[in-house]
């Protein structure tokens, strides 16, 4: 999900301040759909990416 080679280092280095606003509203866009979508409450995936 990072759209570039800078954004993905400051992933790496953990440094949250740094983060590109776009780059966080995406990633909470598809936080949101893996946590609520229907697939993603079944017993097999509840509380994980899979099949985001």
Do not use: H, I, W
């Not at 990072?2 to 866009?29: G, H, I, W």
């Amino acid at each position: 999900m990072a759209p570039s080679m800078e954004v993905f280092e400051k992933v790496q280095d953990e440094n949250l301040d740094e983060y590109p606003s776009r780059f966080l509203n995406t990633l909470e866009k598809v936080c949101d759909y893996a946590f609520s979508n229907q697939t993603q409450q079944m017993e097999t995936t509840k509380g994980t990416l899979f099949g985001a």
